[in-house]
């Protein structure tokens, strides 16, 4: 099982431009080929929907049935995604490969009963008729699953799986919807939103089934990964709040005078929705750096510190390796930070400039500027939480994630009633407080990272309880864990 | 007069000599009120006394030490901690000039309650982190933090106890009682006495170097540290009582003030043996035994190996093991296949009994420790005019020969440790020589009558906690 650090570094290894050009491209293949994937799903279909000349409202039902589903699977998953990945690389780790298929099943089974009830409950409300709610109603659902699959091949580094999943999945969709129209002669929206779910259907069936035959095994302790959510709580609170502050800026501008509700289902704020979709198309490539920069120059630096410390070496070598770590993520950094700023300022001059172009004017393209930023800063927080968790300070990240997400909170609403000079202005400050903090923090935890290291843990190891240990308990009867 | 009597891993859980000791020590001073500490290894044993506790023993403190283990403590608190607290606890790290009553008042003015709490600051994450740099720095780090840490919980936890108010700490080993013992000592300003039955920091050595949950390079550090709890106890204490002179050398030895120093002989009430039941003349039997406790410190191995060799010479030999099986089942098993491979018969475990019923029949008495202090089992058996064989450990050898002062003659023969043919060979002396071992259990008897009484051991600790108290209010 290469991981992608390893195949990034035998990329990179090789000198000259052509080269790096040729690491950069596939670095950016891996690490956001769904995410440019979908946004091209999505543009294919606004410009087939321009083409077909669909009504106005039969455009925002589909946009709906398709956006709806996205944003509130990633909102289900997150509360099991950290949590997740943690506890399959843990198996991975012990080599326990037999319970990460049965943590596979479990936690999807989990997050779709949540998500199936919550789903059941926002369309039961809905005047919308039967068969405009069953195709999102199973697109929502595969995404789910989706998106847990994705935590689970990225866990185990498989990336170019993922990317080629999503590329089969998307032609499907073509193909389905060209069948539905010129074959089965249905109308363009129902066409659209089958195309969708046969496609999903397809890639979820290709992970499911890679997944489970990767591993082989199943064994029969499907919830057994629930335990972690007593040591790991903070981790579902981090990956949460994050996502639900990411899109929670989009909520409260849904219920401003921005908002459309259409057929009392879904409401928007397409102004704002817009801007905020192109804003987080700019800070990709720093994703990109992020992952390549992190899994190669730093994640050799930190596993040589820790190894030294595990391996028992002495004081004087600790350090060195300490020093020579903390140096080296703060280079990273701050190359991180220079070249996304770099890109976000060409981004927003060429948005400017092609925006309009398609169909984004006047006020949206007045936030999608602020906005620019705001995602800048809330990438940065991102990445530095992550590097915080990297040295297992969830403390440090849940904190940094409360001040971002109340901060988001409070502030749009402020902006929102300041009015349209000042939208974007609340996720923009939320942000930067957001990216101040984590820097603060990372700064003060790694000079103290030695102390943080050996002191969190107990002075004697004893058995982890809780309400979680003891569901496992009763359901497996199981008395050997950890 | 308030005492409290503080015990580690004794009385009142754990048959055996000083727990003896302590329980004749309070049933005899019915006039004193004393106040038990007692330190054990498990809470499992919370209430499970083996003793009659006397009447006047108004109190039981019990603390255990592995009750510290299971507090909870949150990292990343802090302390306020200043250069001076910083200086007087590296100082105790490193086992340099410490100066044990500052010491303590510095720990319990840093004010904490939860000791895995402090260990998890980073006001102390710093202090380990510079001893380790001035004086450990080629260790493994990590090694180090982790021995530091779990050598440090128990002692730091004893130091946040409350500690009971009396007229005398009186603590019956050095090591962690000897802690308490001090501290109670500098809290109230009271005076410390030492009674040591054993020589604790150097049976604490004896187990590090054997144990193989300690590497090679953290030996020292584990034997540095006992030292350093032993020479607590000998720098506080005012008195420091052993049981007899070899014992007290070691102790002056390994640092403690000559000046402080007494010996004070374990007793025993002679006339309680007077009447006990003797051998039935038509016995044919020559009874050989040893009043003990099956675990490994007592090496039974050996003893079943010694018989089996005087089993060859003498036919009619038999032997009692007397005394508890069930404190280590394992090594009593071990035990008894050793007999069955030797194939020896006539090797009788009575388990626990009354000592009374068996000691009149028997014929020579042995003893094959490793290490003892003063045995009470040799005082029986020679109030029982008994002969004996022993290991030539603690004060076995001043019993059995006598010191300078007295002329009594030998009352039984000393070998060397381990070593079952010369243990084999000194029982076969005595089963073949019925004048040797009668002429040897009279200068026993003698001995014991004269020297090791009842009466002169209570009558000396009266003294001496009057005393005490005496001069200490001066």
Redesign the interface.
Known sequence: MAGIGFQLKKLFSDKGYLYKLRAYFFSTIVTTGPIIMCTCLIVFIQLFMNVVKLPYIQKQLIIGSIVYPFVFSQIITSVFSMVITRYVSDLLYKKEYNKINASFMGVITLSLIIGGVLGFAFYARSPLHIRYKIPPYILFMELIILWLQTVYLSAFRDYMRIVKGFLYGILIIVITIYICLSVLQLDVTMSILIGMDVGFFVIVSMLTYYIIKYFNKLGKDYFVFIKYIDKYASLIYISFFYTLGIYGHNFLFWRSNLGVTIFETYVFAPVYDVAVFYAFLTVLPATVIFVVNVETSFYDRYKEYYSL??T?????K?SKARDKMIYVLWQEIRKLIEIQFFISLLCMILGNIFLPYVGVTGLSLNIFIILSLGSFCCFMMFFIMLILLYFEDR?GAAMVISFFFIGNILLTQVSIRLGEVYYGFGFFIASILGFAIAVTRLTNYLN?I??HT???Q???A?ENSGVFHRIVKVLYKDDTEE | MRICLITEGSYPYVIGGVSSWVNALIGNFPQHEFILYCIGAKEADRGKYLYDIHDNTTEIREIFLDEF?????K??KRYKINAMHTKIISDMLCGENIDWHEFFICIRNIGFKN??EF????S???II?QV??NKY???????Y?WTI??ML?PLFNLLVQDIPKADIYHSVATGYAGIIASLGSALYNKPFLLTEHGIYSREREEEIIKADWVKGYLKDIWIDFFNLLGNCSYDCACKVVSLFEKNRQIEIDIGCDKEKTMIIHNGIDVNKYKDITQKQPDDEYINIGAIIRVVPIKDIKTMIEAFSYVKRQISNARFYIMGPIDEDPEYYEECQSLVDVLEVENIIFTGRVNIKDYLGKMDILVLTSISEGQPLAILEGLACKKPFVTTNVGSCKELLYGNDEDSYGLAGLVVPVMDYEEIGKAVVKLCINEELREQMGQNGYERVSNFYTHDMFIDQYDKLYNRLVEEWQE
């Open positions: 410390i595990t028992n070496g002495n004081g004087m600790i403390k103290e030695d102390y050996f002191c969190s107990p002075v004697i004893r | 283990l299971k507090e909870k403590g990292y990343g000791v895995s260990f998890m600051s980073k102390f994450f710093d982190k380790y740099d720095a080629h260790m493994p780090f990590t090694e933090f840490r779990s919980l």
